[in-house]
């Protein structure tokens, strides 16, 4: 039963201590490499020229001049890039957003890139090619998009999933629509009834590095690519393809990655460099500019929402109801099949246990850029919603908000609003924890209030390879193809030593290329430690099998008579008491002349990444006379099922909540009425500073798996969800004021209060 | 335009370099000189992610011109680990998980230094806003803040226990 993912409540001896991680020294003394900082023999700058429209027919882009600047290698247009996608319209989208064919989409859209040997000379190649553009109408917002005179976007979109399919193309692309039970008779029997819209401006992931890579193709065809990102194996299939070159003969190294979110799950620059490396035969590297970051890397949807909640006098509640309009810029959503309205609607009220509940997710093209995912993708938004209303049911009825949700709180057996049927799960032990939580007690001064939300999500497991190899020395080596952005090598290398029984010193994680490894899917939904951890824990009891074998031929002994523990081969039965326990180290020494390299190897795909809740508490002081917000005090809880690093999940539940909380409050894409981004850069799209924020508790709960040998869930979105209500509703208790728009930023605040005023 | 030759000092070592007179010190720093542990989040010096000290003094390399620090004195996070031996910011990031991607760090640590090179006991307040110019979007800035007054309080202690061996010799 090596490969039994099954939770054993085994004794664990490694996991859950506080070491520090492997690449710690490297990342405090500046040699740890990250996207910009690799360089290749010969290397040009690529720049890209953006669209300053928001929606514009290209007529033409003359490059001649530009061509024949001294200095410029390669220029690339949509010509350069012929459509070799064959009908497949999501790989056709990428190419699209990647480089405009025929129309600039959105406010910095790419039109045309340019290789030149230096920056200088390529900044001034940009400023030579000539784009004519004629103006379309154009959209931006995601109720504006939805009207019936609205500009449509593109004439081959028709709305999927309604009957009878409609006659006519329009930017709502699709309708879906999730639940159970009967919504109306359930709001027929409630007591009370509470509906409320709700609007969420865009957000964008925010990582401070920059995309940045370095491309390179041989007139071979074959080529490799330095990159920033989540997924290079991902990167590695797409740009492929879109080039017309063979998977394996791309090899892709992912640097270091300086925070992603999310958003370094999509290709961006890439297949655009390795094209501009191709046309010049030479390498290229192209670092975006933070104004790119914002204005053509993905940000999350923008969104407008509508809940309604109903409950009888004793809190129960009868029936739920949310309807979601996401945008996702101008294309169907990243993920085929599973647009960023449906993914809401999915996660809707999946902290409750519902009798009726329906949710749809409607979703919308505009001339915004591509969204991408933001950690817990499109949950936060309608958890602003639905747990703004949840605090509006308990205020009606007159019971703690606290009591209102674990009245209806999930539980093993619960069906939930998405489908499928709970098992163990975390809901009510994070609520309870939260009734317990000292945090609640605490006294609040004038102009301060309290409040709490819960929030919810998947995580994910996904295709997943990787090595475990043995050196004579008996160190080991882990190799795999997850990335690591918050010291997912530490907790590997934990799980490997606590399989093997060595000391976790012993162990050594690194990032494979996609040379040294089969297929990973990109590193989302919280699946690195998850699925890669699994496959360690498969790995390693393989490494084992070998580790016996070879005590075995060293003892000349049945290798059922060896067992495995404490890191040390015993022999079983008194007849073996003269045979002293070989280490992992003993045997490895004699690996090369009882039968050469010991390894473990596992290719799998690990399901049920078990789902996740995490409940959190806020308290704020609004300022009346500046409607400014400052957090006082914030406490996290979550389930993470079992912390294999605990500080490391609790930086995720801290940097989650701190992203919510910028969200809540500063964060926007504002765009003015010609559809231009007007804040793209740190100055005016403000994330949270260290003095905006306090310490943030956390508690971390752990109802384990069952479908993790340790009991393991993703720990890495769920932090994101709470904050927006959590926050809404400590206002609301602060100065009275219903917050229905994020980010509730000062003037929203202001002018709520004045209408409270004049009420 | 032709090349502006500089003669400076970076990390304790004499440099020359030439660079076109527009170009910044961050540019200089990562792509003539090689030390890209200084980090470019923003160029606009919004971020600290290119955090470096000039005479002693936190800047963002991005806002300085190359052509500016002739004869002048650079520190970057190259530097900080002395004698093969991590500055106690270095290990205390480390230990308490101050970092997570990594890419702010850097530009942390330089102006944690600098805070506490200039007030040895900052209260919590007066660290966050002394590090308020420099973004994390990982961290939350918890374990940030934690890390450098873990690192003050040993430091005060080192100073003592200095101090008291020298009043021992004394006496
Ligand atoms: S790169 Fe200099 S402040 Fe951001
Ligand atoms: S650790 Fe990633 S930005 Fe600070």
């Keep these: ?759 | 335009m032709a090349a502006v030759l500089v003669s400076t000092t970076i990390n304790g070592d004499a440099v020359e370099f030439a660079c076109p007179p527009q170009e910044s010190l961050l540019a200089v720093l990562r792509d003539r000189l090689g030390l890209t542990g200084v980090k470019e989040g923003c160029g606009t010096g919004d971020c600290g992610a290119c955090s470096v000290t000039l005479d002693g003094r936190l800047v963002c390399s991005c806002l300085v011109l190359g052509a500016e620090v002739d004869g002048r004195e650079i520190a970057t996070i190259e530097g900080m680990a002395e004698n093969g031996k991590l500055h106690p910011l270095q290990e205390n990031f480390i230990e308490h998980a101050a970092l997570q991607c990594g890419i702010c760090t850097p530009g942390f640590l330089m102006a944690a230094k600098v805070l506490l090179d200039r007030n040895p006991q900052p209260t919590e307040t007066e660290i966050r806003y002394a590090l308020a110019g420099n973004l994390c979007r990982c961290t939350g800035y918890d374990k940030i803040v934690r890390a450098v007054q873990a690192t003050a309080t040993e430091l005060r202690q080192l100073e003592k226990k200095k101090s008291r061996r020298k009043k021992s010799k004394k006496s």
């Design chain 1, 1 to 759: 039963m090596a490969n039994d993912p099954s939770y054993t409540k085994q004794k664990l001896k490694v996991i859950g201590s506080r070491v520090r991680r492997p690449d710690g020294v490297d990342k405090v003394t500046g040699r740890a490499k990250y996207g910009a900082d690799h360089n290749a023999p010969g290397q040009l700058v690529g720049l890209f020229l953006r669209s300053p429209h928001a929606h514009a027919r290209i007529k033409k882009i003359s490059t001649a001049r530009a061509e024949k600047l001294s200095g410029v290698k390669a220029i690339i247009t949509s010509e350069d890039l012929p459509d070799l996608t064959k009908g497949d319209t999501a790989a056709r989208d990428i190419l699209e957003n990647c480089m405009a064919r025929g129309r600039a989409l959105y406010d910095g859209h790419a039109v045309a890139a340019v290789a030149a040997v230096d920056e200088q000379t390529a900044r001034k190649a940009l400023k030579l090619i000539k784009v004519t553009y004629e103006l379309l109408p154009h959209v931006t917002d995601v109720d504006e998009a939805l009207k019936p005179d609205a500009p449509v976007i593109h004439d081959y979109l028709y709305t999927n999933g309604v009957e009878p399919r409609p006659t006519k193309p329009s930017n709502l692309y699709n309708v879906a629509e999730f639940g159970h039970g009967d919504v109306d008779a359930g709001f027929a029997q409630a007591d009370v009834v509470v509906e409320k819209s709700y609007k969420t401006e865009q957000v964008h992931q925010g990582y401070i590095e920059p995309h940045a890579c370095v491309g390179s193709v041989n007139p071979d065809g074959t080529g490799e690519l330095w990159v920033t990102t989540q997924g290079h194996f991902t990167y590695r299939s797409v740009c492929a393809n879109l080039l017309g070159m063979d998977i394996a003969k791309l090899k892709v190294t992912s640097s270091e990655i300086g925070g992603g979110f999310g958003g370094k799950t999509h290709v961006w620059i890439e297949p655009v460099v390795l094209a501009l490396s191709r046309k010049a035969n030479r390498p290229v590297k192209a670092v975006m500019s933070r104004e790119e970051v914002f204005r053509a890397s993905g940000p999350a949807s923008s969104t407008s929402i509508d809940v309604k909640i109903g409950a009888k006098k004793d809190g129960t509640i009868t029936a739920a109801f949310a309807a979601l309009r996401y945008q996702s810029g101008p294309f169907p959503g990243a993920i085929p099949g599973m647009p960023w309205a449906a993914i809401g609607a999915m996660t809707s009220f999946a902290c409750y246990n519902l009798a009726n509940v329906k949710t749809l997710g409607y979703d919308v093209v505009v001339n915004r850029p591509k969204v991408a995912a933001y950690r817990a993708p499109s949950a936060p938004m309608i958890a602003f919603a639905v747990e703004s209303t949840m605090d509006m049911v308990a205020k009606e009825l007159g019971i703690e908000p606290l009591d209102l949700r674990i009245k209806n709180a999930a539980r093993e057996g619960t069906r939930a609003c998405y489908g499928p049927v709970y098992g163990p799960i975390g809901i009510g032990a994070t609520l309870q924890a939260v009734k317990n939580h000292p945090h609640m007690r605490a006294r609040l001064k004038k102009n301060q209030g309290r409040g709490m939300a819960c929030g919810f999500w998947f995580n994910f497991g996904g295709q997943t390879c990787a090595d475990l190899n043995i050196a004579t020395d008996g160190s080991v080596t882990l190799t795999v193809g997850t990335i690591d952005v918050g010291g997912s090598r530490a907790s590997l290398s934990l799980i490997a030593a606590e399989e093997l029984g060595i000391p976790y010193k012993q162990v050594k994680a690194h990032i494979g290329d996609t040379g040294s490894l089969g297929h990973n899917d990109t590193t989302e939904g919280s699946r690195g430690t998850f699925s890669s951890g699994m496959a360690i824990v498969f790995a390693a009891r393989q490494a084992i099998e070998v580790l016996r074998e070879r005590a075995a031929i060293m003892w000349e002994i049945p290798i059922e008579d060896i067992i495995w523990k404490d890191g040390h081969a015993k022999a079983r039965g008194s007849k073996y008491s003269r045979l002293k326990p070989l280490s992992l180290a003993d045997i490895a020494a004699q690996s090369p002349s009882t039968g050469g390299p010991i390894a473990g190897h596992n290719e799998s795909v690990p399901d049920n990444a078990g789902v996740s809740f995490a409940s959190h508490i806020c308290d704020v002081e609004v300022d009346p006379e500046t409607g400014g917000t400052r957090i006082i005090r914030y406490t996290v809880i979550q389930d993470a099922g079992k912390a294999i690093h605990p500080t490391y999940v609790e930086g995720q539940m801290q940097g989650g909540a701190a992203q919510g909380i910028g969200w809540a409050l500063n964060e926007e894409y504002i765009y003015g009425d010609d559809g231009r981004l007007q804040n793209p850069g740190f100055l005016d799209y403000r994330i949270p500073v260290c003095s905006d924020l306090p310490f943030i508790d956390t508690q971390i709960l752990e109802i384990p798996n069952p479908n993790h040998p340790y009991g393991v869930r993703g720990v890495g979105e769920t932090s994101i969800v709470p904050p927006l209500a959590a926050i809404g509703n400590a206002i609301s208790n602060a100065v009275g004021v219903r917050m229905d728009h994020t980010p509730m930023s000062p003037p929203r605040i202001l002018k709520a209060l004045e209408q409270l005023h004049a009420s």
